[in-house]
């Protein structure tokens, strides 16, 4: 017998109290160890539209619902008595007639047409439909799924959005001990290609903001050192506050791995270039933001540049443009893509470039240069 858990009750459990949620993941557990336990107090909703739907009393008010059937045990819902039951009397699991996935349907007695002024907010898509307007809106082609008709209706890639099979006790509990981080267990079938495909060498995955970039890439790390059991795994990001943030959800992903996590690294590229030139040559000297901007303050008060850019201009124009791409002169300078900035320094200017050269910023070395060292750190853009 399958034991699957949905996304409903994932969510469902993380607007519990602490003490109604452990109770909750103890009554999971002995689920999943034994569904036929006859210690559980299982009652059937003859109710419900859906004659699959049971109550597992969980304590004296709190009740889980479950969809049994002879092949699978989904847990559905959890809540309070009274609004459980009205879950599970509202909805029906059934096989989309077109696609073949499974999915929820929620069933109305009646329906009234209430006009009331239209909101984007307002709009609710299933994810699968969420992600194809993102796509069109960006200029892409949204990718279609073939239908399944007739084959089991949780393997087509739109039902695994919402179910998932638990295969052991680690993975349940990794499922329960972050409701709220639905990414920990809800991969999207296009997001679980990239994580566990096999690459004959490096890959990019791009999309638009909120298409999971991050998630794939903390799943694929986690996926590399569970295939490579003797290697280590080094995930980087453009920032300390970003790799932080990653190496709490790479933790949380983990957490009954500890000996995985041995293996896991997350750091900021920075922190990684200056721990490999640390290990070659000795500890370098960065020139500090404030030592950049005197030094930029200086060269652009020289009435022979004859610029008249704004002093926060010309940083960003460094640190965005110049030293991120490592430009060394006037000819790079004015044929580098500028996405998203679009004025630029004059060629007349050039010689305010010169004197930042001169200065020790601008000689492809970078900002440490400043400070008399022999190797700079390069920025990536």
Known sequence: MDFRIADTFTDSLAKLTGEEQKAVKTTAFDLQLNPANPGMSLHKLDKAR????????????IRLIVHKSDASLLLCYVDHHDP???????????????????????????????????????ADLPAEASEASLELATGGK?????????????????????????????????????????????????????????????????????????????????????SHPESRVLLVTFSDTLANALLTKLRRLISNEPRLAERLEVHAMNAIGERLYEQQFGRPHIASSEAVKRTMKAAASNEKTGQKFSLNFLLTEWEELVDAWQLDSWGAYR???????????????????????????????????????????RRSP
């Open 50 to 61: 859906d004659k699959h739907f049971w109550s597992v009393r969980v304590s004296s008010d």
């Open 142 to 226: 949204p990718q279609v799924t073939q239908p399944t008709t007739g084959t089991d209706p949780y393997s087509h890639p739109d039902a695994q959005r919402r179910f998932r099979v638990m295969n052991d006790v680690e993975e349940l509990e990794r499922a329960l001990e972050f409701p709220w981080e639905k990414w920990t267990i809800f991969l999207y079938p296009a997001q679980r290609q990239w994580v566990e495909r096999d690459y004959s060498g490096p890959a990019r995955v791009s999309g638009s903001a909120g298409t999971g970039k991050t998630i794939v890439a903390l799943h694929r790390a986690v996926f590399l050192a569970r």
């Open 84 to 122: 459980a039951y009205e879950w599970a009397n509202r909805r029906k699991l059934e096989t989309h007639p077109k696609t073949g996935a499974a999915q929820w349907v929620e069933i109305r007695e009646r329906v009234e047409e209430v006009r009331v002024p239209y909101s984007s907010g307002d």
């Open 335 to 377: 044929d580098v893509k500028r996405l998203g900035r679009k004025t630029r320094l004059p060629e007349r200017a050039s010689a305010f470039h010169s004197r930042v050269q001169n200065r020790g910023f601008g000689n492809g070395s970078c900002r440490c240069l400043a400070l008399g060292t022999q190797q700079g750190r």
